[in-house]
């Protein structure tokens, strides 16, 4: 349930805060590094083959951004009967920009000041192919996997990137061959691992489109977004609000609660959320709904701060807290 996730998730991330602390470390919540540059330093072969992948494509400062400075407030919601698979899944879809946009926290990305409310959104944006509005989902999913390309494969010495354009279905017909071989059950669950659209399907909804904030923030945040996708009232009511504002995927990462609509959509988001939310959750929710009403995102916060003090010692001190 929502309460026990978020109260478990916070109590989880209070002992790794404990446990880092012993060590000198701590935790930023935000989605983007605002000081460090974009430099992988997870040693694993999948990841060395995944910047591999992304530099032969032009891709390597995104691809960059992606793997090493951004973080994500991942909301995974049960998929629900599958009458109600492609309603469920057009609303989480529907939902996006918006919510992108409420919870923006990564407009300084390595050291500077991109301008953009979500720089993670942005980058991720860059590197990814959204499936496109379907009323047979599970179809649309098959065509979208199966049309994407390969970035690497099982090797004897680890992960091997692909540096050609090769897609799955290709390879899956022996149109094309890697490694001289046809693809095993393993290569393509690998496949399945790299596609990063806003809503990936894994049985259950796996939404990817909101940035992480700090802890005042986030709980209200996944509260928000499941209640506009679980409770049937909100559902209604969140889809009428977000109508206009479906398609702005790149107003939301470029001016976030800049833009009029995405501002609009946003306030009514919270109200309804608010009106449906669990007694647990309402402080926090109204909190959100307050700081949406004035127009800003946590991002925004987060910003003056770094405006007072520098990207480095505002996340020294966001890590720390």
């Known amino acids: 349930g929502l309460v026990a996730a978020i109260t478990t998730l916070r109590a989880d991330s209070q002992r790794v805060r404990l446990a880092l602390a012993e060590h000198g470390a701590g935790l930023a919540w935000l989605g983007a590094d605002p000081a460090r540059a974009s430099s992988r330093v997870n040693a694993r072969s999948r990841y060395a083959a995944m910047e591999q992948h992304y530099s032969a494509f032009g891709q390597g400062e995104a691809g960059a951004s992606m793997m090493c400075s ?34 923006a926290c990564s407009r300084w990305l390595s050291g500077r000041d991109t301008g953009l409310a979500s720089s993670r959104e942005r980058a991720w944006s860059r590197l990814r192919e959204n499936p ?20 690497f494969y099982a090797a004897d010495a680890g992960a ?18 890697l490694d001289d071989r046809l ?13 990063f659209p806003p809503v990936r399907l894994r049985g259950y909804l796996e939404l990817r489109y909101l940035d992480v904030s700090p802890p005042r923030w ?34 939301a ?18 109200e309804i959320a608010a009106a449906h939310v669990p007694v647990a959750l309402r ?39």
């Open 70 to 103: 951004t973080a994500a407030l991942q909301v995974n919601l049960d998929s629900g009967p599958e009458s109600g698979w492609a309603d469920r899944i057009e609303l989480a879809q529907q939902l996006g920009p918006t919510l992108s946009a409420l919870s």
């Open 132 to 151: 496109r509005p379907s009323r047979d989902p599970v179809g649309e999913w098959v065509r979208y996997a199966l049309a994407a390309p390969v970035m």
């Open 160 to 177: 091997r990137a692909v540096t050609s354009y090769v897609r799955l279905a290709d390879w899956l017909s022996g149109r094309s061959l």
């Open 183 to 195: 693809p095993t059950a393993g290569d393509v669950e690998n496949h399945l691992s790299t596609l």
């Open 218 to 251: 986030w709980p209200a945040v996944a509260a928000v977004t499941s209640v506009l996708l679980d409770d049937p009232v909100a559902a209604d009511a969140a889809r009428e609000a977000v109508g206009p504002t479906r398609e702005l995927w790149t107003e």
């Open 253 to 270: 990462a470029r001016d976030g609660l800049r833009d009029p609509r995405l501002a609009a959509a946003a306030r009514r988001c919270t």
């Open 283 to 321: 402080t926090a929710v109204d909190d959100l709904a307050e700081l949406v009403a004035s127009g800003r995102c946590p991002g925004d916060l987060v910003a003056e701060r770094i405006d007072e003090i520098g990207p480095t010692a505002a996340f020294a001190e966001l890590a720390h807290a």
